[in-house]
């Protein structure tokens, strides 16, 4: 391009056709500039027959003279050439003249070059004409230049301009840059297999053998090393009358990875198919298998391939291709709607035929494969022998008709409830035991079958159990019994006994009870009667044992009451112990009796008011034996005999008669003697007075844990210090 000294426009140089070696015709001003072989003159239209005047500035390469007044022609009235930056002097227009070496003429030169004017302005006017020609297609080639450039620099296909005589690289476009990852000025001059085909090096295969490569792939490295896979495609072009290599390349690197793993993935899916324990199938829209698993022939004893050939109607029953068909119909009208779901499945049961003729029970899972509109092509499913589980359902159907004519003709009522206590299933026998008909109770709320007594009584016990479940840590099959009165048809009440469990689903989730119930009427009846009879046993054995223990009072008047004293504290220790009410009475009965044995002691000795010899106290010592020599036999509910020969052992074993010691002893002997020691310490007796209640506290809490047992010394302690306890009168 050229820069117009006149007015900055910039342009090409025009073609040397028009004799314009190293100037041109400025579009914008119309001023002409040229360089002259011989001493001639130029102007353009400016200068015409009306002007008459002419202003010339220099364009060569140094300074002119100042000025040049008059060319002496008669065209030319004024030639001035100024040195002020090409300003222009008001009303002239522009011509420029060029000499000889591009230096100006002198005042004669000037008017010399200047005396063929006439015919100047006739070939400027041709002149012009051609200029206005060559300004239309060179704007139509700006434009075609400007449009290749926009393609050049946007397209993301990579483009590099080779010298196939030396693999040169002399042009590369900005998505070759960009995959390269080098810049523009560092890949221009590089050699090509730097780059593209780095095992070529050396070869360049369009122009040793001229073969045009079409979507061929290569390797392309990246400025860092990297590798890319491209596609590529070659051709010859002619740029500055030689022949380059324009290639053209798209990168494929993402595209080979996806079809990487497409082909691992079709190798799992495939892997998975033919290891499954189902047949996995596809089939087109006219039911012709396009795959089948391997495991077809474990369920049909078939190949693949002879099942795969065979016709539908012969590979199942009748009724399963009508199922299939009825299946398939209802598919394709789902289809129709706008609303489908297109990841739906279908699963089915039908028959398909075995090679030894027998049927085989099989699943049908499937769904349609579809292209990417979303439209149905085929169909994937899977086929799974259920032979197992139909013979599972037919035995767990027999199984349940057992139950059910167990459950229909057994006294005991069966029934299920929900976790809201709705029943949900009673058996038959509920007639029989309540009066209502499985029909009515099912109708019922459970405050219709209950009294409220025992709605309280199963709330309670829901309560607890749903606290047990939310531990984690309890039996899911435990069970709990109780008893409850339920509400007879006929308006009265019944007692019945429940067993209930869970009722979970496969997560082990309580979803609801199961219960059996049963009438237990004539149990409490009888049991009441026990109970009644066992009181008044229980009343008789107390006045057998309260003769007993007059009669040892009969034996040892300074004893008289001594027996009942030590009675009631016992028990009253045993109570403070927490121990069971059964167990209370059993150290209650042995205490009042505990001196049973004094019978066989001569009655001297016992009143004898001095300290005993002793021979008598070995007399006295054998009323422990003498004792349980008579309470033995005697069918108690409790160790009363043992209490009896055991209340005066020592825990230390310095007691007698056995000299037993710790845990050898019964807890209720051990409470016993620590009861009767007090009492003793306490009371008044035939060779001393009484000592006094603190004294006989004093003994018992410096000797616990070495005489005495220290839980039964505290419990005491805590009695007579705490408790304010007091023996009766």
Not at 22 to 32: F, H, M, N, T, Y
Request: proline share 3%; hydrophobic share 35%.
């Amino acid at each position: 391009m050229k820069t117009c000294p006149n007015c900055g426009y910039q342009r090409r140089p025009i073609d040397d056709r028009y004799g314009i070696i190293s100037a041109g015709e400025c579009p914008k001003c119309r001023v002409i500039y040229r360089k002259m072989e011989t001493p001639a003159a130029r102007a353009n239209d400016a200068v015409s027959d009306t002007t008459g005047k002419i202003k010339h500035e220099s364009i060569s390469d140094r300074s002119p003279s100042n000025k040049i007044d008059s060319a002496g022609d008669s065209t030319i009235e004024t030639i001035e050439i100024q040195q002020d930056n090409h300003k222009d002097t008001e009303g002239y227009r522009k011509a420029y003249l060029v000499a000889d070496n591009n230096r100006y003429a002198g005042r004669s030169a000037a008017t010399h070059h200047l005396t063929g004017f006439t015919t100047l302005r006739q070939g400027g006017q041709e002149l012009e004409r051609i200029n206005a020609e060559f300004s239309k297609h060179e704007a139509a080639t700006v434009e075609n230049e400007g449009k290749f450039k926009a393609i050049w620099e946007s397209v993301q296909t990579g483009i590099v301009i080779t010298d196939p005589e030396n693999h040169v690289i002399v042009d590369v476009n900005p998505a070759a840059v960009r995959m390269i990852g080098a810049s523009r000025e560092e890949i221009i001059g590089s050699v090509y297999h730097q780059y593209i085909r780095p095992a070529e090096v050396g070869q360049c295969p369009v122009a040793d053998s001229g073969d045009l490569a079409n979507r061929s792939e290569c390797l392309l490295l990246t400025s860092g090393g990297g590798k890319r896979q491209v596609i590529k495609t070659a051709a010859n072009v002619t740029l500055g009358g030689r022949t380059h290599l324009l290639e053209n390349f798209v990168d494929i690197t993402g595209r080979k990875q996806a079809e990487k793993s497409l082909r691992k993935s079709e190798e799992r899916f495939r892997l998975l198919a033919e290891n499954a324990k189902d047949a996995i199938w596809t089939m087109d829209m006219d039911f012709q298998y396009s795959y089948l698993s391997p495991y077809v022939k474990q369920i049909l004893d078939y190949t693949p391939e002879e099942y795969m050939a065979k016709p539908l109607k012969e590979t199942m029953t009748a009724a399963s291709v009508e199922i299939c068909r009825r299946v398939f119909a209802e598919e394709l009208a789902i289809e129709a709607k706008d609303d489908k779901d297109l990841l739906r499945s279908r699963t089915f049961e039908v028959d398909h035929l075995h090679r030894n003729g027998k049927t085989v029970p099989v699943e049908i899972k499937m769904t349609f494969i579809r292209n990417n509109a979303g439209r149905a092509i085929g169909i994937l499913g899977y086929t799974r022998d259920i032979t197992d589980r139909k013979q599972a359902e037919e035995m767990l159907k027999k199984s349940e008709e057992k139950f059910r004519f167990l459950a229909e003709h057994m006294n005991d009522n069966i029934f299920t409830m929900d976790m809201n206590l709705k029943t949900t299933y009673v058996s038959r026998s509920m007639e029989k035991l309540l009066g209502f008909t499985p029909e009515e109770r099912m109708k019922q709320g459970i405050t219709e079958q209950v009294t409220p007594a025992s709605l309280k009584v199963i709330e309670q016990i829901l309560s607890e159990e749903l606290e047990r479940e939310q531990t984690g840590l309890a039996d899911p099959d435990r069970s709990r019994k109780f008893e409850v009165e339920y509400y007879h048809k006929n308006g009265t009440a019944v007692w019945v006994e429940n067993v209930i469990s869970g009722i979970r689903d496969e997560q082990g989730i309580l979803t609801g009870i199961h219960g059996v119930s049963r009438d237990i009427t004539e149990r409490r009846e009888a049991e009441k009667a026990l109970r009644e009879s066992f009181g008044r046993l229980r009343k008789a054995l107390g006045a057998t044992v309260q003769a007993m223990a007059i009669a040892v009072e009969t034996r040892d008047p300074y004893t008289a009451g001594h027996q009942r004293r030590v009675a009631d504290l016992a028990r009253t220790i045993a109570t403070e112990m927490g121990l069971s009410g059964n167990a209370k009475d059993g150290i209650r009965t042995a205490a009042m009796i505990h001196d049973l044995g004094k019978i066989s002691v001569p009655s001297e000795i016992l009143t004898k008011p001095a300290k005993l010899t002793d021979l008598e106290f070995s007399l006295i010592k054998t009323h422990a034996w003498s004792g349980y020599d008579i309470i033995k036999d005697i069918d108690f509910p409790w160790p009363v005999a043992r209490m009896i020969l055991e209340h005066h052992e020592r825990i230390d074993g310095s007691g007698y008669p056995n000299g037993l010691k710790g845990e050898q002893l019964l807890l209720e002997s051990r409470i016993l003697a620590v009861a009767d020691v007090v009492e003793s310490m306490a009371s008044h007796r035939p060779y001393r007075p009484g000592l006094g209640i603190e004294k006989a506290l004093e003994d018992i809490e410096k000797n616990r844990g070495i005489l005495y047992d220290a839980e039964a010394v505290d419990a005491c302690l805590d009695l007579f210090r705490t408790k304010s306890y007091a023996f009766p009168d």
